[in-house]
């Protein structure tokens, strides 16, 4: 069973930058995927970003692009999310979780384990 507890998040204005950070419980933490998923109120649980187990390879999804690193710290149990240039259409609760099936890397179905989320609020 891995835990995972993001932190990380607050209330910023439009163009401000946030990290957020998911810390997991297991040293087999380096042996999962990883992914980065929102959901707004009223909507879906939605994919932000991805990275394999080693690092090596990451995917994000088309509204972030440019904007939002994914990047993780396998010594540290821990992986990142570099939010840059906020908008107010990226408030939402951010979800930390873990996986082995990089397939479907964009699914909520491909993650085993889900962190508690944390709020992104961001202000116009």
């Known amino acids: 069973q891995v835990q995972l507890v993001e932190s990380g998040g607050g209330l910023v204005q439009a163009g401000d930058s946030l990290r957020l950070s998911c810390a997991a419980s297991?040293?087999?933490?380096?042996?999962?995927?990883m992914g980065w998923f929102r959901q707004a109120p009223g909507k879906e649980r939605e994919f932000v970003a991805a990275?394999?187990?080693?690092?090596?390879?990451?995917y994000n999804a088309d509204s972030v692009k440019g904007r939002f690193t994914i990047s993780r710290d396998n010594a540290k149990n821990t992986q990142y999310l570099q939010m840059n240039n906020l908008k107010p259409e990226d408030t939402a609760v951010y979800y930390c979780?873990?996986?082995?099936?990089?397939?479907?890397?964009?699914?909520?179905?491909?993650?085993?384990?889900w962190g508690q989320g944390t709020q992104v609020t961001v202000s116009s």
């Open positions: 297991e040293r087999t933490f380096s042996t999962y995927h």
């Open positions: 990275i394999s187990w080693s690092g090596s390879t990451t």
């Open positions: 979780a873990a996986g082995e099936d990089w397939g479907r890397r964009t699914s909520i179905l491909a993650y085993r384990y």
